[in-house]
């Protein structure tokens, strides 16, 4: 079973910059999934912002944060099993909760589509103030 933990969310003022943490257990990275990284704003859908095809590091964004964002996995051989989104340039309309997301068995409904992950994490908040 694949547990997902976020941690690294906060307030920062426009501009800024976070780095998102989710912690991966049950499951190996390093092994093929796709992992991927979706944000919801109150009173908005669910979106994708990042996603990763673990195997071979295969990256790709939302328009909205290309540039800006940045999808990571730790190095297999350090065993710390985590992945990560860097935030930089920080604008307010990227306030959201942030939630990663993983799929053992492809993205069948697309890359961004919350329907093609079936492990979530709780979340974590992310608050960027004008």
């Known amino acids: 079973q694949v547990h997902l933990v976020e941690s690294g969310g906060g307030s920062v003022p426009a501009g800024g910059s976070l780095r998102l943490s989710c912690a991966v257990s049950?499951?190996?990275?390093?092994?093929?999934?796709?992992m991927g990284w979706f944000r919801q704003a109150p009173g908005k859908e669910r979106e994708g912002v990042a996603a990763?095809?673990?195997?071979?590091?295969?990256?790709?964004?939302?328009d909205s944060v290309k540039g800006r964002f940045t999808i990571s996995q730790d190095n297999p051989n350090n065993a710390k099993n985590t992945l990560y989104l860097q935030m930089n340039s920080l604008k307010p309309n990227d306030t959201a909760m942030y939630y990663c997301?993983?799929?053992?068995?492809?993205?069948?409904?697309?890359?961004?589509?919350?329907?093609?992950?079936?492990?979530w994490g709780q979340g974590t908040q992310v608050t960027v103030s004008s």
């Open positions: 997301a993983a799929s053992l068995s492809g993205v069948g409904s697309g890359l961004f589509n919350s329907r093609s992950y079936t492990h």
């Open positions: 049950g499951y190996t990275l390093s092994s093929s999934m796709f």
């Open positions: 990763i095809w673990t195997e071979h590091g295969t990256t790709s964004y939302a």
